[in-house]
């Protein structure tokens, strides 16, 4: 066999491989992708994992399955998933309190919220709402921040975990109210509303699409939202700055991120899957009936939002004099 036709059998064989390459990239996802919600089932992260997954899948072709990987405030799963392999059949649910409170409290923080994951888009900003039991004698805001002050060792607030971000808002309340409370730590805000509803604690700081329900069905009554305007399914509900507290109404994100060193074509297909279930009239309802917003990100402005978000909370510990965990 001549040179020439070595050559030729070369660059044939070399074009075929080549092809078959781009094949299998462009192929992604060819398998389930997990979706690991680092906190425990019924809280807010896990309402709006549930609300948006769907479509997600609808998107990409292929089933999008929830794991729980509830403890440590968000820590353990959220450290979980940037251990998992960077190919974009693992990603974490990426929020406020997991990449922004936790790295802001944590002495020596298991993860770097920024470098260990690539972020892909942010799903929702949420509103915040401060819960008591419905049984409860309190009716209004300005009731409770009295009878706190009057008897302050005999209220408690729940939280999804020490150092998270309703035990951090729970503290921020403290400060800004000039009140105390024992805080007690929950595996997640899902096991801290049974314990309210129950009447074991007296407040939670929850966010909106986790105790909503409760809310409508008559076991919990809000008192205060973190919202600019009041929200249109409470309309009795006032916001923090009504009741004198604007420092306190801040809404808080919920984002979607891979661990670090995802291939880029794969980052992008997972954007424009977010960027198509969040387009969803259906979705955006949804979201909007649990006290959330929908806001789609590119992956530039969600990286941007999770460092800006950090030096915020880092500014919130100092101001608090949180001893770091």
């Known amino acids: 066999m001549r040179p020439l036709t070595y050559r030729r059998i070369a660059f044939a064989f070399t074009t075929t491989l080549l092809a078959s390459m781009s094949c299998a990239q462009a192929a992604y996802p060819e398998r389930p992708i997990q979706l690991i919600v680092p906190y ?43 251990r998992e392999k960077p190919d974009g059949y693992t990603i974490v649910m990426a929020v406020e309190s997991s990449h922004a409170v936790n790295p802001s409290v944590q002495a020596n923080p298991p993860y770097d919220p920024v470098k260990d994951f690539s972020p892909i888009s942010n799903l929702a900003n949420v509103l915040g709402v401060l819960d008591i039991n419905a049984k409860s004698s309190i009716k209004t805001f300005p009731e409770l921040v009295e009878a706190i002050k009057a008897d302050p060792e005999k209220f408690t607030f729940g939280s999804s975990g020490n150092g998270g971000y309703s035990h951090l808002f729970g503290e921020r309340f403290k400060s800004a109210t000039g009140t105390s409370m024992l805080h007690v730590p929950y595996k997640g805000l899902g096991p801290a509303l049974t314990d309210l509803l129950a009447g074991q604690i007296d407040v939670v700081f929850d966010n909106l699409p986790s105790s909503a329900g409760q809310i409508q069905a008559g076991g919990l009554r809000a008192l205060a939202v973190a919202a600019p305007e009041r929200v249109p399914q409470f309309p009795d509900v006032p916001t923090y700055a009504e009741v004198g507290y604007p420092e306190l109404n801040t809404p808080s994100w919920y ?71």
Request: charged share 20%; aromatic share 4%.
């Open 255 to 325: 984002g979607l991120a891979a661990p670090a060193g995802a291939p880029q074509d794969v980052l992008d297909t997972l954007n424009q899957a977010v960027k198509k279930a969040l387009s969803d009239p259906a979705v955006i309802e949804r979201l909007r009936q649990q006290g959330a917003v929908a806001d789609y990100t590119t992956r530039e402005e969600f990286t941007q939002m999770i460092r800006e978000s950090n030096d915020r909370w880092q500014k919130v510990v100092s101001d608090i004099k949180f001893e770091k965990l």
């Open 40 to 82: 425990a089932p019924g809280g807010a992260t896990d309402v709006i994992a549930r609300i948006v997954a769907p479509g997600l899948a609808d998107a990409l072709g292929q089933p999008v399955v929830i794991l729980n990987k509830p403890g440590a405030g968000g820590s353990l799963g959220s450290l979980a998933a940037s």
